[in-house]
């Protein structure tokens, strides 16, 4: 039987319009195309059954917590049937629609379904991870053309001399044999490889570790990378290895292969105009993004210290998955929005927002006076690089800054006043004139209700807003 004629075979999740930014196979269609063309044979090994089954024997596992994407839940039945084959005495339960992102453990669900261990299916970024059980990581085994590899680079001149070998984590099984071949058709070059890690020893980068001879001020570094053209991962290690002056983009789900340049330097410099819009606000939220990356606990505590040392109200929102009409409804009363997420959770483009939107990193450097950073290197998108880093507050009493956005000046040792009556007065004023932005108000208190009213009860309008039953019936 089809794995696609299956129970499971339907669409268990919704199209609200959520940002995921979730890890891209080239477009969600043709990675579906290739998995649905697989045999069962080829799934039963995309999907490791074997390992999983073998690592639940072991560890005398008896409730496990199965975490699939959106994309892997018509497999779900496939699954659960196979380990079950094998493991009769276990309970498997699948996790879906996550509570904040797919490329995260949502370990707060399994502890819902009382679970001891969890299985993570699918693209994963790879953060050290919060969770309090046990967790398998099966990546996937989308393969790759090798000729294709070859052909390219056969027909192109490489000048750099130092080459970074980078790849999505569906790709880890082929990631030796990638670096063997580089070394191979490239060998007057220097291959550095960044393979996955998920240990908490050594310089890790994004889940990637870092070769201890790769020295982050070599010039005219290359970035081969493999994976989809749209991965959030390329873009972030760009970012942070602002040396790679240029990448070849391998993309096996669409079985193309080209050159791409860098770009991060222009969104670098945006993140300056941000860092100038945190130190301008006066309200805050911080919009919690993720609970199972480690360190999210005293990441939150850092911006509640950083805002009261300078001042800033903050408010603390968790809103489950996110998008641009839930923080709307806050947009009158805050200035800024922190993103607390995992690196693939952070937002390079928040057009579409109406207040800024940023990560952890500007915040840091736009309230901690401790830090400087002027779109140069040593942007980070990991919160745990900096989050025991030292915490600087303003002394001097005459200590002023010029904001870049509005031109005006603005006080940078607000925490100073904090016993300052006249200061906690104009602070009250504050709070209450709130009000005087909004459009709509509410209820007007001071309308009276007189005794010689009407307050009898009528019946109103009936039907939907697009034909109300007192309404002429138009056929057209």
């Not at 398998?136 to 989308?142: D, Q």
């Not at 070394?183 to 490889?193: A, G, N, Q, V, Y």
């Not at 310089?203 to 001879?213: A, L, T, W």
Request: charged fraction near 25%; include cysteine; aromatic fraction near 10%.
């Amino acid at each position: 039987m089809s794995v696609l004629n299956d129970p499971s075979a339907l669409k268990l999740y919704s199209d609200d319009n959520v940002i995921t930014q979730d890890i891209s196979h080239g477009t969600e269609e043709n990675f579906l195309n290739i998995l649905q063309n697989l045999s069962e044979d080829d799934l039963y090994k995309f999907f490791e059954i074997d390992k999983c089954i073998k690592w639940i024997d072991e560890n005398k596992f008896q409730r496990v917590a199965l975490q699939l994407p959106d994309s892997y839940l018509i497999y779900a039945y496939f699954i659960v049937q196979n380990i079950e084959k094998k493991l009769e005495h276990v309970k498997l339960y699948v996790l879906a629609d996550t509570s904040y992102r797919s490329c995260c453990v949502d370990d707060i669900a399994a502890e819902h379904a009382k679970c001891d261990s969890l299985i993570h299916f699918g693209e994963s970024c790879l953060t050290l991870a919060s969770c309090r059980m046990p967790v398998l990581y099966i990546l996937g085994n989308l393969p790759i053309n090798i000729d294709l590899i070859k052909d390219f680079i056969c027909k192109n001149e490489i000048k750099e001399e130092n080459i970074a070998l980078v790849y999505d984590s569906s790709y880890n099984k082929h990631g030796e044999e990638l670096f063997n071949l580089l070394k191979e058709l490239l060998s007057d070059k220097r291959i550095f490889h960044f393979p996955i890690d998920t240990s908490k020893e050594g310089k890790r980068v994004i889940g990637r570790s870092v070769p201890k001879e790769f020295d982050e001020n070599l010039e005219n570094v290359l970035v081969f990378f493999v994976g989809s053209c749209d991965s959030p991962l390329i873009t972030l290690w760009m970012m942070t290895f602002i040396n790679i002056v240029q990448g070849i983009i391998y993309d096996p789900i669409l079985n193309k292969i080209e050159y791409k340049d860098s770009f991060a330097f222009r969104l670098l410099k945006k993140r300056l105009f941000l860092i100038e819009k945190i130190k301008d606000a006066e309200s805050i939220g911080l919009v919690i993004g993720t609970l199972g990356v480690s360190g999210h606990n005293e990441a939150i505590q850092r911006v509640r210290e950083l805002c009261k040392l300078n001042g800033k109200k903050l408010y603390v929102f968790s809103i489950g998955k996110l998008n641009e009409a839930k923080l709307a409804n806050f947009s009158n009363e805050i200035d800024v929005f922190i993103l607390l997420s995992c690196p693939f959770g952070v937002l390079l483009e928040t057009r579409d927002f109406h207040k800024p939107l940023v990560c952890l990193f500007e915040a840091e450097i736009g309230l901690n006076g401790d830090k400087k950073w002027f779109a140069e290197k040593g942007w980070t998108s990991e919160f745990l690089n900096f989050i025991d880093d030292k915490i600087k507050s303003s002394t001097c009493e005459d200590d002023v800054d010029v904001s870049l956005v509005t031109g005006q000046i603005r006080r940078t040792n607000l925490n100073s006043y904090k016993n300052d009556k006249e200061s906690q007065e104009i602070q009250l004023y504050s709070a209450n004139s709130v009000l005087s932005n909004r459009s709509w108000k509410g209820l007007d208190p001071s309308i009276k209700v007189n005794d010689d009213d009407d307050l009898t009860i009528k019946e109103g309008i009936k039907g939907i807003g697009a034909q109300y039953l007192s309404e002429p019936f138009n056929k057209n």
